[in-house]
T-cell receptor
Framework: DAGVIQSPRHEVTEMGQEVTLRCKPI?????LFWYRQTMMRGLELLIY????????DSGMPEDRFSAKMPNASFSTLKIQPSEPRDSAVYFC????????????FGPGTRLLVL | SQQGEEDPQALSIQEGENATMNCSYK?????LQWYRQNSGRGLVHLIL???NEREKHSGRLRVTLDTSKKSSSLLITASRAADTASYFC?????????WGAGTKLIIKP
């Protein structure tokens, strides 16, 4: 299996621009997670889906962030408008059968908002 | 505050030595997991230990769990340069994983 795929790997944008991060989970996995990692705050869960349905979005920082999962093989995390404090590495992860089980991470998207 | 907290924050040892990292948590758990993150990469699952287990091995890795002390340790024996990475523990709470801040391990040649 190819593992979790994320794109782009790097994104540099200017404050106020819209940013869209993409994720393809491992085929057959029914859970998908979006995380943000920074030096200051560590690894934070933003939102997770089960069978394409958002289950817990309490970690989404504010209304500027939105996530969708239109089908089992694709999810997006959108930031609009972006701000410098959104600069971080964003990870997508997937798991099978349990939101508390083993998670498989993608390589991450390194976002820099100028 | 985070559920899992690793100790130490950073550890630097010579190649061939053993490395021990600790994780403490606050609430009861069903399982505890350890992950590794190489620089610039995603996290990779290493081992999962259930609350009714006390010790688990995987190759050069040995994990212990003491639920009475709410703590776990990860031992890497005979360390190698390739073990240089950050190591995170994750505990389950409210149907999600709660992550510690990680231990940065450096193996000196």
């Amino acid at each position: 299996d190819a593992g979790v795929i994320q794109s782009p790997r790097h994104e540099v944008t200017e404050m106020g621009q819209e940013v869209t991060l993409r994720c393809k989970p491992i085929s057959g996995h029914d859970y998908l997670f979006w995380y943000r990692q920074t030096m200051m705050r560590g690894l934070e869960l933003l939102i997770y889906f089960n069978n394409n349905v958002p289950i817990d979005d309490s970690g989404m920082p504010e209304d500027r962030f939105s996530a969708k999962m239109p089908n089992a093989s694709f999810s997006t995390l959108k930031i609009q408008p972006s701000e410098p404090r959104d600069s971080a590495v964003y990870f997508c992860a997937s798991s099978l059968g349990d939101s508390r089980g083993t998670q498989y991470f993608g390589p991450g998207t390194r976002l820099l908002v100028l | 505050s985070q559920q899992g907290e690793e100790d130490p924050q950073a550890l630097s040892i010579q190649e061939g030595e053993n490395a021990t990292m600790n994780c403490s948590y606050k609430t009861s758990i069903n399982n505890l997991q350890w992950y590794r993150q190489n620089s610039g990469r995603g996290l990779v699952h290493l081992i999962l230990i259930r609350s009714n287990e006390r010790e688990k091995h995987s190759g050069r890795l040995r994990v212990t769990l003491d639920t009475s002390k709410k703590s776990s340790s990860l031992l890497i024996t005979a360390s190698r340069a390739a073990d240089t990475a950050s190591y995170f523990c994750a505990t389950d709470s409210n149907y999600q994983l709660i992550w510690g801040a990680g231990t940065k391990l450096i193996i000196k040649p």
